[in-house]
């Protein structure tokens, strides 16, 4: 079916980082092509099946925070939005200027420090480049409280260009494999005319007996490679998950106990161009 959203909002060249003086740009010249004008219908009902007011709730890349309007009007008390462009959280501080349910932080979601009950996802996910990816699991699984959980949309599509980039469940089921707990990952049955059939509607929990770890890595070059790499590290025991950036630059490891930078290093030594080393500053 032809979709009615205009989904893609490159005003500049498409090759530029996608970092706050790209996605202000966007907001700037209003090409916010993303924007449905109100809540994501299963995000209204994710809302209304929570019954506790005041658990705290996080809505990152939140743009006009739709989901936030509803919030406030179920009596939900304890709101954070953060989005990275100053235009964005300019019209947000406006929008919920008398609403003390509502906190608006203009900044990179990588570098927010604080933990959460829920973590609300709507088009966010696919507004990052692919290769951060795996910083986006580890950081939500940094950002959630005990039993915390991260839902919302995610596109089970792909698109020719992005923003936004697309994906599958197949996909984010390698990915998010043991840093949470698939509660629900189903295709969406009461999207948005524009994306019917096009989402999937994801509640996963976090899951405490597991360390996420994230780390860099240099001297991949190929896919061959990065499969022996991530082939080794599976093997190695107590490990549950490994997968590496599509830029072959990072690397998560999700285990159930702690394993040594040392082990990680011996298991790539055969190589003197490897280097791997532990959780590396925000890249954008
Ligand atoms: C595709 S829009 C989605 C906006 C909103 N969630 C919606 O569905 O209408 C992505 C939003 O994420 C914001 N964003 C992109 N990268 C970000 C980052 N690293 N930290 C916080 N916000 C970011 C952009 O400014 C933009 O408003």
Known sequence: MESKLEEGCCVVACERPLDAAYWDAQWKSNTIGWDLGMPAPPLVSL??????????????GCGNAYEADYLVSKGFKNITLIDISETACAILKVKFLNQSAVRVLCKDFFKLEDTFDIIIEQTFFCALPPSLRLRYVWKMHNLLNANGILAGLLFNRAFEVGPPFGGSREEY???????????????????????????????????NLVMVNLYSFEGITCAGCKNSVTEIYSKIVGVKNVNMSSDFREILIVTDEEISINELREGIAYDKEYKIEKSPAVKL
């Open 173 to 207: 089921e390698k990915l998010f494999y043991g840093a949470f707990e698939f509660e629900n990952i189903e295709t969406a049955t009461n999207s948005v005319e524009p994306r019917a059939n096009m989402e999937l509607f994801f509640s996963f929990v976090k899951n």
């Open 47 to 60: 809302i209304d099946s929570i019954e506790n007011k005041s658990v705290k709730i996080l809505i990152p």
